[in-house]
C-alpha cells in the first residue's frame, strides 16, 4: 500500500511539471511574421525573439529596437531580443508576466495559457487587452 502511495504521488508530481513546462519551445507570432522561444529561467518563464520575416532594413542591416523607452537600448538588435518575461505557472495559465512590443516601444502586463495546443497570450493595459493566439513552431 505504501509503494502504491508513493508511486501514485511521483507520478502526479511528475504530471504537474510537465503541465508547467507545456509553454516551452519554439512558438509563431500571431502574424506569423516572427519566432519566439519560450524558455523556463530560474521559477518564471520569457520569451526571446529568434527569427524575424521582415528583421533587416532596406540596407541589409539587422532592425533594432529604435523605439525602446530606454535610449541606450535603441541600437541593439530585435532579433534576440526578450520580449516576456516573468510569467508564472498557477492553475493551468501563466501569470504575472510582462510582454514588451518593439514595435511600439510599450510595455504590457501578460499572462498565458494552452488552448487546444495554441499559445494564447493576452496583454493587458488597464482596463483594456487583447489576446493573440501563437502557434508551436515546427
Known amino acids: 500500500m ?3 502511495l ?3 504521488l511521483s507520478l502526479f508530481f511528475a504530471t504537474l511539471g510537465y503541465a508547467q513546462d507545456q509553454i516551452a519551445g519554439k512558438w509563431n507570432t500571431a502574424d506569423n511574421q516572427g519566432k519566439v522561444e519560450i524558455y523556463k529561467s530560474k521559477a518564471t518563464y520569457s520569451g526571446k525573439i529568434l527569427s524575424l520575416k521582415n528583421g533587416k532594413n ?3 542591416t539587422d532592425k533594432t529596437d ?3 523607452p530606454d535610449k541606450s537600448l535603441r541600437n541593439k538588435p530585435i532579433k534576440g531580443l526578450v520580449i516576456v ?3 508564472q505557472y498557477k492553475d493551468g495559465k501563466w501569470i504575472n ?3 514588451y512590443d518593439p514595435e511600439s516601444g510599450r510595455t504590457y502586463n ?3 495559457r494552452l488552448e487546444d495546443g495554441k499559445l494564447k497570450l493576452k496583454g493587458k493595459w488597464g482596463p483594456f487587452s487583447r489576446t493573440q493566439t501563437w ?3 515546427k
Open 2 to 4: 505504501k509503494k502504491l
Open 6 to 8: 508513493i508511486i501514485s
Open 58 to 60: 532596406a540596407d541589409g
Open 66 to 68: 529604435k523605439k525602446n
Open 85 to 87: 518575461t516573468g510569467l
Open 97 to 99: 508576466g510582462k510582454v
Open 110 to 112: 501578460c499572462e498565458v
Open 135 to 137: 502557434t508551436r513552431s
